[in-house]
């Protein structure tokens, strides 16, 4: 369940210097500061990795590998015929998605934690043969939703705990699907986001921190930690 892709020539450019200001804020910060601004860094390193729309929102309209992928995922999804869920955490990496199915006439649906209508939003998304895309924010998305009538799941960018991805591809895995489901983590090469995936496997609670921003276990990272994910 993973799809990794090449960054693009910007990003490969903007990261080496988001790396170096993540270990200059370490490195800076005070004693007894509650406030890490590496936190903050390492945020942007993982943003960078989706788009660089969520750094600056000027840069919207911008391509990245990330983007480029999925969409030509989601038009061969469509093309055969198929449906397809779409999980982030940023809800401003999925806007960025609906910018561009609205620019090309895509129908989808989509939900985050302000959505009201949910079930609405199901049923139209399971019954309508036009409505063949779901996007949902992972984490308002994961809880009392049957979405059979997917096939396909994409994961945007990674989440620490491998138990609320697959609770992300179980909306589409059931009661009453009959159907196989394919799921596809998206990751970008060379990134931040490999090294968290390096992390789950070994320290689940350093690779929490870094997804949460909490900043009590981001201050004390250890020095060979801090240089696996900046290298």
């Not at 043969?129 to 994961?155: H, M, Q, W």
């Not at 009661?175 to 799921?183: E, K, L, S, Y």
Request: charged share 30%; with cysteine; proline share 4%.
């Amino acid at each position: 369940m993973r799809d990794g892709f090449g960054a693009t020539p910007a990003l490969r450019r903007a990261a080496p210097a988001l790396s170096r200001g993540v270990a200059q804020a370490h490195r800076d910060r005070g004693p007894g500061e509650v406030q890490d601004p590496g936190a903050g860094a390492l945020l942007r390193l993982r943003q960078a990795a989706c788009h660089p729309g969520l750094l600056d929102p000027k840069r919207r309209g911008e391509p990245s590998a990330k983007l480029v992928t999925l969409l030509e995922q989601l038009r061969e999804v469509i093309d055969e015929g198929h449906k397809a869920l779409v999980f982030s955490q940023f809800t401003t990496l999925l806007g960025i998605v609906r910018d561009r199915l609205d620019g090309a006439r895509i129908v989808y649906e989509y939900l985050d934690g302000a959505t009201r209508d949910r079930q609405a939003r199901v049923e139209r998304f399971q019954n309508d043969p036009d409505c063949r895309l779901f996007l949902i924010s992972l984490k308002a998305g994961g809880l009392g939703l049957n979405l059979t009538a997917a096939e396909y799941v994409f994961l945007l960018d990674p989440w620490w705990n491998p138990a609320v991805e697959a609770q992300a591809v179980d909306r589409a895995h059931r009661i009453g699907q009959t159907r196989q489901v394919f799921a596809y983590r998206l990751i970008a090469r060379d990134t931040v986001e490999e090294k968290v995936l390096e992390l789950q496997k070994t320290k689940r609670d350093l690779a929490a921190a870094i997804i949460s921003q909490d900043n009590s276990l981001i201050r004390n990272l250890h020095r060979e930690d801090l240089e696996l994910l900046l290298s």
